[in-house]
Nanobody, 125 residues
Framework: QVQPVESGGGLVQAGGSLRLSCAAS????????MGWFRQAPGKEREFVAT????????RYADSVKGRFTISRNNAQNTVYLQMNNLKPEDTAVYYC??????????????????WGQGTQVTVSS
């Protein structure tokens, strides 16, 4: 099984940057499309960004487009989310998720099979 593990969350002032990492614990996810999602208290989990298996195709939620960048290093079984110009409304628990092998990137959370436990991102104003 694929076991995503997130790291890199923390507290940052509005306008600042953070880079989240998602590492594989267990089987490599080099053949898996990956996604980042986030969930604020009292709200539904929402799509943030997704990337295909080799990193040549990405998609972003409108709310983060132009500010966030998803990337991956398959040799190290790691997916990244670079977050720039952070806003208080970006505050949430951020989750990394993996699809089954050889499936396309997608914004739909129900199509992801494996989920990490999340990392907290808090943006102060």
């Amino acid at each position: 099984q694929v076991q995503p593990v997130e790291s890199g969350g923390g507290l940052v002032q509005a306008g600042g940057s953070l880079r989240l990492s998602c590492a594989a614990s267990g089987r490599t996810f080099r053949n898996n499309a990956m996604g980042w999602f986030r969930q604020a208290p009292g709200k539904e989990r929402e799509f943030v960004a997704t990337i295909n298996w080799n990193g040549d195709s990405t998609r972003y939620a409108d709310s983060v487009k132009g500010r966030f960048t998803i990337s991956r290093n398959n040799a190290q079984n790691t997916v990244y989310l670079q977050m720039n110009n952070l806003k208080p409304e970006d505050t949430a628990v951020y989750y990394c998720a993996a699809r089954d092998q050889n499936l396309s990137e997608t914004s739909l959370p129900g199509r992801y099979e494996y989920w990490g436990q999340g990392t907290q991102v808090t943006v102060s104003s």
